[in-house]
């Protein structure tokens, strides 16, 4: 008989909780959702070793232009502030506002250019592998 007393005030305590439940409130905004990059390229099948997952926030001087580099495993961030220029090898750009996604670009050599007088700022979220770079400079060639 104690069991049951003991189960009832579980299942009594678990329906007040969900009847209280607070996230009845709860907003859920998908930001993004692709297969493509935002240059329209397909996105690669995941790289094979150990899955890390890596989360930058990155901000970006005012006046600043990035190193030309490239990323070999999916990443996508959200400019939080700022305005952002991206420019790939083919000279496709690709302009960020606050609040706007970005699917990167996969094994394509590009730069982000901060054109403004006020810092940018993204949050981006690298799908990698352990040990493996999220990012790769471009050498210099002389």
Do not use: C
């Not at 104690?2 to 859920?28: G, M, P, Q, R, Y």
């Amino acid at each position: 008989m104690k069991n049951i007393l003991v189960v009832l005030a579980i299942l009594l305590t678990v329906s007040v909780a969900f009847a209280h439940d607070e996230t009845k409130n709860l907003k859920v905004r998908t930001v993004v959702k692709s297969t493509k990059s935002w240059d329209g390229k397909t996105l690669p099948a995941y790289g094979k070793g150990q899955p890390e997952i890596t989360i930058l926030e990155i901000e970006v001087p005012p006046k600043t232009k990035l190193p030309v580099h490239n990323h070999p495993y999916i990443n996508a961030g959200v400019l939080i502030s700022g305005k952002l220029k991206v420019v790939t090898e083919e000279d496709e750009v690709l302009i960020l506002e606050p609040g706007d996604p970005i699917v990167e670009v996969i094994g394509k050599w590009h730069y982000g250019f901060n054109e403004q007088d006020t810092p940018a700022k993204i949050i981006v979220f690298y799908a990698g592998v352990k040990g493996e770079p999220t990012t790769i400079k471009q050498e210099k060639t002389k």
